[in-house]
């Protein structure tokens, strides 16, 4: 019993250890490959666990465990995502501590996230092959009237590019297609002006503009030269449409040339809807630093925007930008120190109104220090962004570092919507292992894992670690000893500097009963991890202990009395 104690003892070590003996050894490990790479420590250790243990997981959450600030803000988190529906739990998500934000905010902001009235580019394909287009006309002309009756103008503006945006030029398909149909649509127009906009910004790229070659610039502005046009067009046909204004802004962003445009553009949407927040968006965007603007000029606007804030709540988020912007450019690539002294300015700025962008900044600053904190901060980049795929990756792998196995429920509902964003994705299916393994079953675990395998066919670097953590699942989940010396014997064939391996192996032989070579291999772990990985030192500890109690000596019993011709030996030889 002492044995299977140690072994269990063993497995109970801080996560972080097995993280750096499941890296490829002599290679960095950065921040998001640290995260990755170590899935496999909490399935090890909770599946080693399981070796002993009986009884299913624990599924009740233990909020004691999280630091008191922020407990009832977890609790309500928690709660809110057992609404039925997404705008309902976007609803009931509570605000960030100390927050700021007017009565409404949240809510109109929810609605105004999930508000599906807009048609999409899949709609709009579907509507013109059934020789709708007259229809659809007619629908957006409906919508542009609702607007204008909104007391609130809230962020509904019917077009962005991203209504129409994809890679392969569909948008500007289907607009074309749709100013066939009904030639003097200014909707039809918006739409194919909207489409060239996202083409300007695919060819710009994401890069500064100094670093933009020739051809870049050209195909940007042969883009934005034609976007132009066609949204101009619509202002004169349809001044009431404030998309329009909008995506001029943003023409005039992209290229200095198009600045007399972007003017007249935010004039002209001011005056239509003075309380429109994608209005102050778009003017706050184009007015920051790196795009010539200043922190003065997003003051300016933000004292603008907080005239109405009153008469539409959404108007707070625009506040939040002169706080937070200057915190935030300075946070981006620079050390843990500097991040950490510049977070209370960011948090602040959030209290005052809701960026995805600082929460997520926010969230990645805390995610070593105060995992309930960055738990906190994924949700609403989650509630605020549903479509960002990383906030869902990023709180369902929270929820098992903050609650441990009982976590892992929530966790598996945030990692398979992350799935359903995107298949193939590779985080995602390494967390969800993580999260399967928490729950003890290891087949699961095991069948993301094989899909991870499958994505890194191509790369070798990452199969090793795919297969290093699948041999951890066998050897701890499986309980299937053959299998495991096979997947172990094999990557210390690969590299016999994986240290970690010999303690894979050594489980692997104890378990198909092979003790003494289980003892031999245990004993070179310890040999070869103590110079070679500091970071195993904790795994060489509970090992040594190990390997004490199976080399001790069994307690003797009660002496037996000595035959007479020992007692007479004995005594001839005092």
């Known amino acids: 019993m002492q044995q299977i104690d140690a072994w269990r003892a063993s497995c109970l070590l801080s996560p972080m250890v097995i993280v750096m003996s499941l890296k490829p050894r002599g290679r960095p490990i950065g921040h998001r490959s640290l995260h ?32 008191s600030q922020w407990r009832y803000h977890i609790e309500r988190i928690v709660a809110a995502e057992q609404q039925p529906d997404a705008l309902a739990r976007c609803i009931a998500h509570p605000p960030p501590l100390k927050s700021m934000w007017p009565d409404g905010l949240a809510k109109a902001y929810c609605e105004q996230i999930h508000d599906d009235s807009t048609p999409k580019l899949a709609a709009i394909e579907a509507a013109l092959k059934a020789g709708q287009a007259g229809d659809l006309d007619a629908r957006f002309a409906g919508m542009v009237a609702a607007i204008a009756r909104d007391p609130f103008q809230r962020d509904r503006t019917i077009f962005s590019y991203r209504s129409v945006e994809s890679a392969d030029g569909r948008g500007l398909t289907a607009a074309q297609e749709w100013l066939k149909r009904t030639p003097d649509s200014p909707y039809a127009l918006a739409a194919r002006g909207f489409a060239y906009l996202g083409l300007a910004e695919k060819a710009r790229g994401t890069g500064w503009a100094r670093n933009m070659s020739d051809a870049q610039m050209r195909g940007m502005r042969e883009n934005l030269k034609l976007a132009v046009s066609d949204l101009s067009t619509v202002a004169s046909r349809q001044p009431k449409m404030i998309s329009t204004y909008v995506g001029l802004m943003n023409a005039a962003q992209l290229d200095g040339d198009f600045r007399e445009q972007g003017a007249a553009a935010v004039q002209s949407a001011l005056e239509i809807a003075p309380r429109n927040c994608t209005v102050y968006l778009a003017l706050s965007y184009s007015a920051q630093p790196k795009w010539g603007g200043s922190i003065k000029q997003l003051r300016a606007i933000a004292r603008l925007a907080n005239l109405h804030v009153r008469d539409n709540p959404l108007l707070a988020r625009v506040r939040s930008y002169p706080v937070g912007y200057a915190a935030y450019e300075r946070m981006r690539g620079s050390d843990d120190a500097t991040r950490q002294r510049l977070l209370p300015v960011l948090e602040r700025a959030f209290r005052l109104g809701p960026d995805v962008s600082y929460a997520e900044r926010i969230a990645r600053t805390t995610w070593r220090k105060e995992p309930a904190a960055s738990l906190a901060y994924w949700s609403q980049v989650a509630r605020f962004d549903p479509g960002e795929i990383d906030a869902w990756i990023n709180r369902g792998f929270s929820w098992t570092r903050v609650f441990g196995a009982a976590g892992a429920d929530l966790g598996i ?43 890194d066919a191509g790369n070798a670097r990452n199969l090793q670690a795919d297969r290093r953590m699948l041999a951890g699942i066998v050897t701890f989940g499986h309980r299937d000893p053959v299998r495991a010396l096979q997947l172990v ?37 310890v040999d070869k991890a103590d110079a070679s990985d500091p970071s195993l030192r904790p795994y060489v500890e509970a090992a040594r202990k190990l390997i004490a109690q199976i080399s001790a000596p069994i307690e003797r019993g009660p002496q037996r009395q000595a035959k007479p011709e020992q007692r007479k030996r004995s005594a001839g030889t005092r």
């Open 36 to 67: 990755r790479a170590s899935i496999l420590l909490s399935a090890v250790l909770c599946l080693c666990a399981m070796r002993t243990e009986a009884q299913a997981p624990t599924t009740t959450l233990d909020y004691s465990r999280i630091p």
């Open 413 to 455: 509902s945030d990692l398979r919507h992350a799935l359903s964003l995107d298949g193939d994705n590779r985080d995602a299916h390494i967390d969800l292992a993580n999260a399967y393994a928490l729950k003890r079953e290891p087949a699961r675990a095991e069948e993301q894992l094989q899909a991870v395998i499958k994505l």
């Open 489 to 525: 014997n094999g990557l210390l064939q690969e590299d016999a500097g994986w240290t970690f391996g010999l303690y894979l192996k050594a489980v692997a032989l104890w378990e198909s009963g092979n003790r003494s070579k289980s003892f031999d291999t245990l004993t070179l772990f």
